[in-house]
C-alpha cells in the first residue's frame, strides 16, 4: 500500500507551473479520490473477510452447541443442537453460538446437614484441646436432618408430641447437563464476563439452584426413614433422594441430570453420642452371647449325635418322614447315641454266639452223655472244680472237728494291694 | 463500479444503524416489553427479531426468563398444636408475563421484596394447618412432608401469577429444624430411646442365648432316648433270636442246667476269690487218707 501512494505521489511532488493549477488540482482531487476509493475497498474487502472468519467456532468434544438466529435457536428437531466439530455460522449480530459442556459431570458437596465446627476442630486432636460438645443444637449455625423415631413408638396425628430424631449427614451431588436446549433456555447463568465461556460461569451459577433443591430432596426424605436406617448407610435413602431430586428437575425443565447422590458421612449428634456407642457395644456383646450359645448347642447334639444330630432329630420329630429315612441316618449317628447303640449291638452278638454255643455244646455232649451219663458229669465236674482252685487266690482247707461244740475260725483276708476298691475305680 | 461499491457500502451502514434503532432481537433466555410514549404496550414472550419504532416513541425492556432461585429467610413458625419448627423455605421463579411484571415491579429486587412478604406468608399459614405430626411421624404413612410442600406451591402460585406476572416452578423446604431449647429435650428422648434398646438388646442377646441352650440340651436328651430305645430294641431282638436256641436245650433240661451252672461257677469263681473247704470235701479228703478203691469186676 505504501508503494502504491508512492507511485501516485511521486509525479504531483516536484511542484507543476501555475498555469496548470486549475488542471493539476482536479487531478490532485481525482487522484485522491481514486486512492481513498482504493483504501475503501481494501478495507471493505478485509473487513468481509473477517466478518466471515469470525463465523468459525469450535466446538470441543465434551460440548454441545446452539445456534440463535436472531435470538431464536435455529433448526428443527434434533438439529437444533450441535455435536462437536468446526462449525460456520453468521457472525454477530446475527447468529450466536452457546456452547454447553453436556459430558462434564460436575461435583456439588453438600455439607449444610452437618454441624457447626469451630475452625480448631479441624486440627489434629490432642489431648489438650479436648473439644467441648454443646448441650443444644443452634438452628441457625447446626445443619441437621429430622429422622422418624421407630414405628413402635406410633403417635397419632392429632398429639403433640410427635417423636423424632436428629441425624448429621453429608451427600455429594454429582450432575451433568443432559438437555441443552432446556438448560439453556431455563436455568439462570450469569453473564459471562469478558474473557470467560460461558461453560466457566455454569458451574458457578447453577450452585444454589442444584443446593436448594437437593437440599430439599434430602430433607423430604429423610423424614421417611430411621436414624438406624439412615445411619446403617443403605442404600435405599441416596436412591430416594436421586429420584426426588430428578423429578424436580424434570418438572422444572432444567435440562440437568442427577449422575449420583452420594451421602458420604452421616452420624448421631456429638449429644448423644455416648448412647449410641454404648447401643453398639451391647449388640456386639449380644451377638458375641448368642454365638457362643450356638456354638454350646452345636457341641451338644455333636457330643450326643454327631454331625447327623440336627437331621436325625428333625426327622424324628417330623412324623412324615419315611421310615427308610430314618433308617439311612441311623448308621450315620456318632457320640454317646452311637455308643449306646454299640454296645446293644455288641450285647446282641454275644447273647446270640453264647446261646449258640451252648446248644451246640450240648448237642455234641448229648450221644456221649446218653451212654455214660456219671462218668461224663464226673468229668465235666472235676473238670471245673479244678480249674475253679486253680483259679482261685487262696484256698484254705479246714479239718472238720467232732464233737457238738463248734469251733471258730477267724480268716484274715489280705486283698491284693493292687485292686481298687470298686468306689474308687469308678472315679 | 467504484460508485456501486461506495453505495452498496454506505446503504449497509445506514442499513445497520436504521435497524439498530427501529429493531432488537428477543433471545430464547428473555422476555421483552415494548412501551409506547413509556406506556406499556406490547409484552413479547416468544423469541426472535422485532420491529419498533425508534427510542423516544417506543422504548424495550427486557426481562431474563430463566428460572431464579429464592429463599426465605430462616424463620420459625408453629403448627397446627402450636409446635414450634424451623423451615427454611424456597422457591424458583421466573418472569412470565413481562406485562403485569413490569406494572407490578419492574425489577428483580422488587420482585425478591414482594416474593419474600408473599412466601412467608404462605409458611406460616400452610404449616400452622398441619399438625408437627405430619411433617415427620413414626408411621410413615402419615407424613405428608411432600403434601404440604405441595399445599404451599398451590397456595402462592396463583396469586403471584396474577399479581405480579410471575411463574413459580417450584417450591421446597431445604431445612426443617426445631428450636434451640428444644433440641435439648430431643437428645434427651433419643438418649433414654437408646438406652432403653440397649437394654433391651442385652435382655434379647441373653434370652435367644438360653433359648439355643436348652432347645440343644432338650434335643440331646430326646436323642439319648431314642438311641436307648433302639437299643432296647436291639437287645430285645439279640434275646429272641437267643430263645431260638433254647429250643435246643430241651432236649436234656438237666443236662443243660447242670452245664450251665458248670459255665457259671467257672466264671464266678475266676478272680479274687478265696475258698474255705472241709477236708472232708472231694478231693481233699485224700490229704487224710488214701482212697478205698479196687478194680471192678
Redesign the interface.
Known amino acids: 500500500m505504501a508503494e502504491q501512494n508512492n507511485k501516485y505521489l511521486i509525479p504531483q511532488s516536484p511542484g507543476k507551473p501555475a498555469a496548470d493549477d486549475f488542471d493539476a488540482a482536479g487531478k490532485a482531487l481525482s487522484e485522491a479520490l481514486r486512492i481513498s476509493?482504493i483504501i475503501?475497498?481494501v478495507i471493505?474487502v478485509v473487513l468481509v473477510v473477517v466478518f466471515l472468519v469470525s463465523g468459525f467456532r469450535t466446538v470441543e468434544p465434551d460440548e454441545q452447541a446452539l445456534v440463535?438466529r436472531?435470538?431464536?435457536?435455529c433448526g428443527v428437531g434434533e438439529k437444533r443442537i450441535l455435536g462437536p466439530g468446526l462449525k460456520w455460522i453468521f457472525p454477530y449480530?446475527i447468529e450466536k453460538i452457546v456452547k454447553i459442556p453436556v459430558a462434564k459431570k460436575q461435583n456439588l458437596p453438600i455439607n449444610?446437614f452437618w454441624y457447626y465446627q469451630k475452625p480448631k476442630e479441624f486440627l489434629p486432636e490432642s489431648p489438650t484441646t479436648r473439644i467441648r460438645v454443646p448441650?443444644?443444637?443452634?438452628?441457625?449455625i447446626d445443619?441437621?436432618?429430622?429422622?422418624?423415631?421407630?414405628?413402635?413408638?406410633?403417635?397419632?396425628?392429632?398429639?403433640?408430641g410427635?417423636?423424632?430424631?436428629?441425624v448429621h449427614c453429608k451427600w455429594q451431588l454429582t450432575y451433568k447437563i443432559d438437555d441443552p436446549e432446556r438448560f439453556?433456555?431455563?436455568?439462570?447463568?450469569d453473564d459471562a464476563k469478558p474473557g470467560q465461556s460461558y461453560a466457566d460461569v455454569i458451574t458457578k451459577s447453577v450452585k444454589?439452584?442444584l443446593?436448594?433443591?437437593f437440599?430439599?430432596?434430602v430433607?423430604?426424605a429423610m423424614?421417611?426413614y430411621t436414624?438406624d436406617e439412615a445411619i446403617s448407610s443403605q442404600d435405599r435413602i441416596p436412591k430416594h433422594v436421586k429420584k426426588l431430586l430428578q423429578e424436580?428437575l424434570d418438572?422444572?425443565e432444567?435440562g440437568i441430570a442427577v449422575v449420583s447422590a452420594q451421602l458420604t458421612d452421616i452420624t448421631?449428634?456429638r449429644?448423644?453420642d455416648r448412647?449410641?456407642l454404648?447401643?453398639i457395644k451391647?449388640?456386639q456383646?449380644?451377638?458375641k452371647?448368642?454365638s457362643?450359645?450356638?456354638g454350646?448347642?452345636?457341641n451338644?447334639?455333636n457330643?450326643?449325635?454327631g454331625p447327623v444330630?440336627?437331621r436325625?432329630?428333625e426327622a424324628?420329630k417330623d412324623e412324615t418322614t419315611p421310615e427308610e429315612e430314618k433308617e439311612l441316618l441311623?448308621p450315620q449317628?456318632a457320640g454317646?447315641?452311637?455308643e449306646?447303640?454299640a454296645?446293644?449291638?455288641a450285647?446282641?452278638?454275644?447273647?446270640?454266639e453264647?446261646?449258640?454255643a451252648?446248644?451246640e455244646?450240648?448237642?455234641k455232649?448229648?450221644p456221649e452223655?446218653r451212654k455214660r451219663p456219671e462218668l461224663v458229669?464226673q468229668k465235666?465236674?472235676q473238670d471245673?472244680i479244678e480249674?475253679?482252685?486253680n483259679?482261685?487266690?487262696?484256698?484254705?482247707?479246714?479239718?472238720?472237728t467232732e464233737g457238738t461244740r463248734g469251733r471258730e475260725i477267724r480268716?484274715l483276708?489280705n486283698r491284693?494291694p493292687a485292686?481298687k476298691p470298686k468306689s474308687e475305680e469308678e472315679k | 463500479m467504484k460508485n456501486i461499491v461506495v453505495t452498496i457500502f454506505i446503504v449497509l451502514i445506514v442499513a445497520v444503524m436504521v435497524l439498530y434503532f427501529i429493531s432488537f432481537q428477543v433471545r430464547e433466555i428473555e422476555s421483552a416489553l415494548v412501551t409506547t410514549f413509556g406506556k406499556p404496550t406490547r409484552p413479547i414472550t416468544e423469541p426472535g427479531w422485532y420491529f419498533k419504532w425508534p427510542v423516544p416513541i417506543e422504548r424495550v425492556y427486557k426481562f431474563d426468563s430463566r428460572m431464579r432461585v429464592f429463599e426465605a429467610d430462616l424463620g420459625e413458625t408453629t403448627t397446627k398444636g402450636a409446635v414450634p419448627i424451623i423451615v427454611n423455605t424456597f422457591i424458583v421463579w421466573k418472569i412470565a408475563e413481562p406485562l403485569v411484571f413490569f406494572n407490578a415491579v419492574g425489577t428483580i429486587k422488587e420482585a425478591e421484596n414482594k416474593l419474600l412478604s408473599q412466601l412467608s406468608d404462605t409458611q406460616n399459614k400452610v404449616i400452622g394447618r398441619h399438625y408437627f405430626a405430619e411433617f415427620v411421624n413414626s408411621d410413615p404413612s402419615k407424613i405428608q412432608f411432600e403434601d404440604i410442600q405441595n399445599e404451599m406451591l398451590a397456595d402462592l402460585k396463583q396469586p403471584v401469577r396474577a399479581d405480579y406476572g410471575i411463574e413459580i416452578k417450584t417450591l421446597g423446604i431445604k431445612q426443617l429444624k426445631i428450636s434451640e431449647d428444644v433440641s435439648k429435650d430431643v437428645f434427651e428422648r433419643m438418649r433414654a430411646e437408646r438406652n432403653r434398646r440397649t437394654e433391651a438388646t442385652i435382655a434379647e442377646g441373653n434370652a435367644e442365648a438360653v433359648r439355643i441352650k436348652t432347645d440343644a440340651d432338650s434335643k440331646k436328651t430326646e436323642l439319648l432316648a431314642a438311641a436307648e430305645a433302639r437299643a432296647k430294641a436291639i437287645r430285645a431282638e439279640g434275646d429272641a433270636e437267643a430263645a431260638k436256641y433254647y429250643k435246643l436245650l430241651e432236649e436234656d433240661p438237666d443236662f443243660a442246667i447242670f452245664l450251665r451252672n458248670i459255665e457259671a461257677l467257672k466264671k464266678y469263681l475266676e478272680k479274687r476269690s478265696t475258698i474255705v473247704f472241709s477236708a472232708d470235701t472231694e478231693p481233699f479228703e485224700l490229704l487224710k487218707q488214701m482212697p478205698d478203691i479196687k478194680p471192678k469186676k
Open positions: 476509493f475503501l475497498k471493505m440463535l436472531f435470538g431464536k435457536i449480530p449444610s448441650a443444644t443444637l443452634n438452628p441457625v445443619g441437621y436432618c429430622i429422622t422418624r423415631s421407630e414405628e413402635h413408638n406410633r403417635v397419632v396425628a392429632d398429639s403433640t410427635s417423636d423424632y430424631h436428629i439453556f433456555k431455563n436455568t439462570y447463568t444454589p439452584l443446593e436448594h433443591l437440599e430439599d430432596a430433607v423430604t423424614v421417611n436414624i424436580k418438572r422444572i432444567s448421631w449428634p449429644q448423644v448412647a449410641f454404648a447401643s451391647a449388640s456383646e449380644s451377638q452371647t448368642i457362643q450359645a450356638k454350646y448347642a452345636e451338644t447334639l457330643e450326643a449325635a444330630a440336627a436325625l432329630f424324628l441311623w449317628l454317646q447315641s452311637q449306646k447303640i454296645g446293644s449291638r450285647y446282641r452278638t454275644k447273647v446270640v453264647t446261646a449258640k451252648n446248644a455244646y450240648l448237642q455232649l448229648l452223655y458229669v465235666i465236674y471245673a480249674y475253679v482252685l483259679n482261685v487266690d487262696e484256698k484254705i482247707i479246714i479239718q472238720p480268716i483276708l491284693d485292686i
